[in-house]
């Protein structure tokens, strides 16, 4: 958290000066060399966290105590027995996620994967691809705009760290929003709606509370659409159709998953987590409301119009905060439900960089 708030002191300073015509002048004047350094910290900033990971797969050991029981139930699944038991099976278990976090960990245990260390390198194949996927989306605004919102998700990898390392469902839903991210942007509008429909698919089956974060790529197709937007609808539909798929396989109970969500549900709020979470989306959403500040300052119609042309991805990241802000408060949350909100802020402020600095892509 303190390398955090100090990331975003930063970010407001360095802000601030670029309102000062000399500061410009010497940012113009130096644009090249800047550039270079600003392109080396990200890169090392992505590569530590990669290397991060790959330590911790080296260790052998267990990284976080939902380890086990992710693997547990994997395995169990596997070998005929339910994902989800229902209350009157003799046996007892399960986690607050849905059938998405078992099915991604088959493909090593179906190859022979025996120790956790392999399977925590099957976490790092996913951080690296996360990488690729969110660049490879992000780049349509800059190059060096890509490296930055690149670095800024790998330092909360980096603050996560054990959690992000972990063979745990936190990876999985920074790969599959980085996933959606890549495919709104992609030339070929039906492999978009199929991907985009998948990632947004998985992302509801991690955690049911991510439908809004799952529609934002959706919305990215929509806004592509100049002549029509029947691809982003298609994807819309497609996504309860393919989140529902999981529940057809044998020993995954859709009607057991309901019963954890209800029991969760009855769960109560603690109001002092609420108003650590209400602080934290404060200070991750600091530069992107810098970066609306510089725009209007540059140009008041400019930010209506602005805003106007992404009101619908605003909305739903809206909703997807208050609902992050309001499931993280339940007892035995936390602020750790909120960093899933990085990418979608990441991607607003690089959408306002190539508003602010069209010059510097």
């Known amino acids: 958290m303190r390398t955090l708030v100090l990331l975003i002191v930063f970010f407001w300073g360095f802000t601030f000066l670029l309102k000062s015509t000399a500061v410009r002048a010497w940012v113009t004047q130096r644009w090249l060399s800047l550039r270079s350094c600003l392109v080396s910290v990200c890169v090392l900033m992505v590569l530590a966290s990669i290397f991060g990971s790959l330590l911790a797969a080296c260790t052998e050991r267990v990284i976080f105590h939902d380890e ?33 976090l078992y099915l991604v960990y088959l493909p090593p245990m179906i190859a022979g994967a025996d120790r956790v260390s392999e399977y925590q390198l099957w976490v ?19 190059i060096v705009t890509a490296l930055g919102g690149l670095a800024l998700v790998a330092v909360s990898v980096c603050i996560l760290s054990d959690v992000m390392w972990a063979t745990k469902g ?15 942007f992609l030339q070929h509008k039906w492999q978009s709606v199929v991907l985009v429909a998948i990632s947004g698919a998985a992302l ?6 991510l439908i809004f974060i799952a529609l934002l790529p959706a919305v990215l197709l929509w806004q592509r659409g100049r002549k029509t937007h029947l691809p982003a609808l298609l994807s819309v539909a497609l996504i309860p159709s393919l989140a529902l ?14 019963q954890q969500l209800q029991d969760a549900a009855h769960q109560g709020f603690s109001w002092f987590t609420l ?14 409301l810098a970066l609306l500040w510089m725009i209007s300052r540059k140009n008041a119609s400019q930010t209506r119009t602005w805003m106007e042309r992404r009101r619908a991805f605003l909305l739903l990241l809206s909703a997807a905060v208050v609902t992050a802000i309001l499931t993280g408060a339940k007892n035995g949350g936390g602020a750790m439900a909120l960093h899933r909100l ?8 690089c959408r306002n960089v190539g508003d602010c600095f069209p010059t510097r892509q």
């Not at 057809?248 to 859709?254: C, G, W």
């Not at 990085?342 to 402020?349: A, K, Q, S, V």
């Open 275 to 288: 108003q650590d979470n209400l602080f934290f989306v404060f200070q991750i959403s600091l530069p992107t």
């Open 245 to 258: 798929l999981p529940f057809v396989l044998p020993h995954i109970s859709i009607t057991g998953y309901s």
């Open 124 to 142: 790092t194949v996913a951080l690296v691809s996360s990488y690729i996927f969110l660049f490879l989306g992000l780049r349509r605004w800059g």
């Open 204 to 209: 509801v089956d991690l955690k049911v509370t």
């Open 68 to 100: 086990p029981t992710v693997l547990t139930i994997t395995a169990a699944f596997l070998h005929g027995q339910p994902v989800y038991p229902s209350k009157t099976d003799p046996v007892e278990y399960g986690l607050l996620y849905g059938p998405s």
């Open 342 to 349: 990085h990418l979608p802020f990441d991607t607003c402020e």
């Open 170 to 184: 936190d990876i999985w839903i920074l790969f599959f929003s980085a996933l959606g991210l890549w495919a709104s």
